[in-house]
T-cell receptor, first 117, second 117 residues
Framework: AQSVTQLGSHVSVSEGALVLLRCNYS??????LFWYVQYPNQGLQLLLK??????LVKGINGFEAEFKKSETSFHLTKPSAHMSDAAEYFC???????????????FGTGTQLKVEL | DTGVSQDPRHKITKRGQNVTFRCDPI?????LYWYRQTLGQGPEFLTY????????KSRLLSDRFSAERPKGSFSTLEIQRTEQGDSAMYLC???????????????FGNGTRLTVT
């Protein structure tokens, strides 16, 4: 079974400060990893994904994440936070091999990001 | 491309009633997924279709839940004899699948929020 653990259900940063949201995964097969953002009363929007290849992945809105197999981590970062980044962020893992590319995602419990002036 | 559309946005029902939700995926997408999200949690996989075939159902999907995608386009999710524990956000997503080596990321709708009183 696959799982992801997001450390910190709430993270607060000042505008302009570094954003670091932590995600650790567990998978018996090579994982595909994703970060999604959810604004209130809306669905999830894909920020970035890791499948194969380059371990540093760049996404939308200035976010990036690095896949570290040795640490089983896929932390999300952004150099400078903006007020509009305030939202809930979900890390997710997919077992592409086992589900034949079904892309069935297993999500973490989410991290609420607050950006303060 | 108008994105994934879900109807209704909100549904309040009394315990024991039946409810049905509709999802219209992105038109060229052949895979459609249903997820459930409760407060403070990440989305949980319920089921998915490739065209009209339902390929997988989660153990979370009790006998009271049924999903259909009769013509491989829109899908419906019906909950019979609703219980208070069914209160959640029901999210639909779609993707374009070609093979194990290519499956587009999931695109989510804005969800249907169900409240069972």
């Amino acid at each position: 079974a696959q799982s992801v653990t997001q450390l910190g259900s709430h993270v607060s940063v000042s505008e302009g400060a570094l954003v670091l949201l932590r995600c650790n995964y567990s998978s018996s097969v090579p994982p595909y990893l994703f970060w999604y953002v959810q604004y209130p009363n809306q669905g999830l929007q894909l920020l970035l994904k890791y499948t194969t290849g380059a371990t540093l992945v760049k996404g939308i809105n200035g976010f990036e994440a690095e896949f570290k197999k040795s640490e089983t981590s896929f932390h999300l970062t952004k150099p400078s936070a903006h007020m509009s980044d305030a939202a809930e962020y979900f890390c997710a893992v997919s077992d592409q091999e086992l589900t034949g590319g079904g892309n069935k995602l297993t999500f973490g419990t989410g991290t609420q990001l607050k950006v303060e002036l | 491309d108008t994105g994934v559309s879900q109807d209704p946005r909100h549904k309040i029902t009394k315990r024991g009633q039946n409810v049905t939700f509709r999802c219209d995926p992105i038109s060229e997408h052949n895979r459609l997924y249903w997820y459930r999200q409760t407060l403070g949690q990440g989305p949980e996989f319920l089921t998915y279709f490739q065209n009209e075939a339902q390929l997988e159902k989660s153990r979370l999907l009790s006998d009271r839940f049924s999903a259909e995608r009769p013509k491989g386009s829109f899908s419906t999710l019906e909950i019979q004899r609703t219980e208070q524990g069914d209160s959640a956000m029901y999210l639909c997503a779609s993707s374009y699948f070609i093979s194990r080596t290519y499956n587009s990321p999931l695109h989510f709708g804005n969800g249907t929020r169900l409240t069972v009183t």
